[in-house]
């Protein structure tokens, strides 16, 4: 009876992961009945490839909602990251050793002050968000209303470059994922991430520091979504100001689809980045299936508002 309540309780906890993976798993199945060239090598290193951007900011976003929050300013900080980096650097490669750090830590900047505001005004951070990301927004159509720029080739093979026949920004992407839960399971500031996400009044009394913790974790969500940018831009080969644009509600799916729950405390980053792969699986299935871009924005928030009952129900049910 014990081994069988362990299984029970060790199936509970991996039940979202273990959706999502047989979701995968039936989304490449169905693309390969449907046509011989979705199983190719080129095409699935294709979806890894185009998975990079949504998972950089989907990594930020997961960090975010573990603490019980949400980060709306990600695609406007994005956007200011791409249009900013290609409009100053220009083709030039000289100009990228010191303007690809002076982008990041700007967009680092802006997400640390959305978690100093959020700690000291008291007030929703879907509220602060949601302003700060219009100022954002606002400041780069001041400085760009258009396509600005280009981005070097040298920089091609952060998006293009291959290692053991892998594309590297990809990998990278997974890397920060696997560091990102090292941190959160093994260091004190990623257990406090999730004893404020479970309970904030406990948090304090227990002495976390609210205002450094959530400065660090918009912070990071900042720094994730210029990266992102940059690799975006990079890909296109410029830089837009509406570039992050369907990037807010894009890296909120994956989270919630992986099992995070929204209102903190609940979850993690491998079943985001899972998250993330069923999306992208999703996205070049339809595709294939030559359906429109607007159509694929309806198909994720669906899976969103999917997901979300789902995990409510499941909560209920536990409680």
């Given at each position: ?53 949504l998972g950089l900011v989907s990594l930020g976003q997961t ?126 500031t990623g257990r406090d991430v999730y004893a404020f996400g ?92 030559q359906v429109s871009t607007h159509i694929q924005l309806v ?21």
């Amino acid at each position: 009876m014990a081994s069988r309540s362990t299984l029970s309780r060790a199936f509970g906890r991996n039940a979202p992961l273990l959706v999502v993976i047989a979701l995968i798993l039936l989304l490449v199945l169905i693309g390969g009945v449907m046509t011989d060239r979705f199983l190719t090598t080129r095409n699935l290193v294709n979806i890894f490839e185009q998975s990079t951007g949504l998972g950089l900011v989907s990594l930020g976003q997961t960090l975010v909602i573990l603490t019980g929050g949400i980060d709306l300013s990600l695609g406007s900080v994005m956007s200011l990251a791409a249009t900013l980096s290609s409009g100053i650097i220009n083709k030039d490669p000289a100009l990228m050793i010191t303007v690809l750090p002076m982008v990041i830590v700007l967009a680092t900047a802006i997400g640390a002050l959305n978690g100093a505001l959020i700690d000291r005004l008291g007030v929703h951070p879907l509220i602060v968000t949601l302003g700060t990301g219009t100022v954002v927004q606002g400041m780069i159509l001041l400085y760009a209303m258009t396509p600005i720029g280009a981005m070097p080739v040298e920089m091609g093979v952060l998006s293009y470059g291959r290692f053991l026949g892998l594309p590297i920004g990809a990998s990278l992407m997974v890397l920060a994922f696997i560091l990102a839960a090292l941190w959160l399971r093994y260091t004190g500031t990623g257990r406090d991430v999730y004893a404020f996400g479970d309970d904030p009044a406990a948090a304090r009394l227990l002495g976390i520091n609210r205002l450094k913790l959530l400065m660090i974790v918009y912070g990071m969500c900042g720094f994730f979504a210029a990266i992102a940018g940059i690799y975006v831009a990079v890909r296109l080969g410029v830089g837009s100001p509406y570039l992050g644009q369907n990037y807010t509600l894009a890296s909120i799916t994956p989270v919630v689809v992986g099992g995070t729950m929204l209102s903190g405390g609940r979850g993690g980053v491998i079943g985001s980045l899972l998250g993330v792969f069923l999306v992208s699986v999703l996205n070049n299935l339809l595709n294939f299936m030559q359906v429109s871009t607007h159509i694929q924005l309806v198909a994720q928030a669906l899976i969103i508002i999917a997901a979300v009952s789902v995990y409510l129900d499941a909560k209920r049910r536990m409680a």
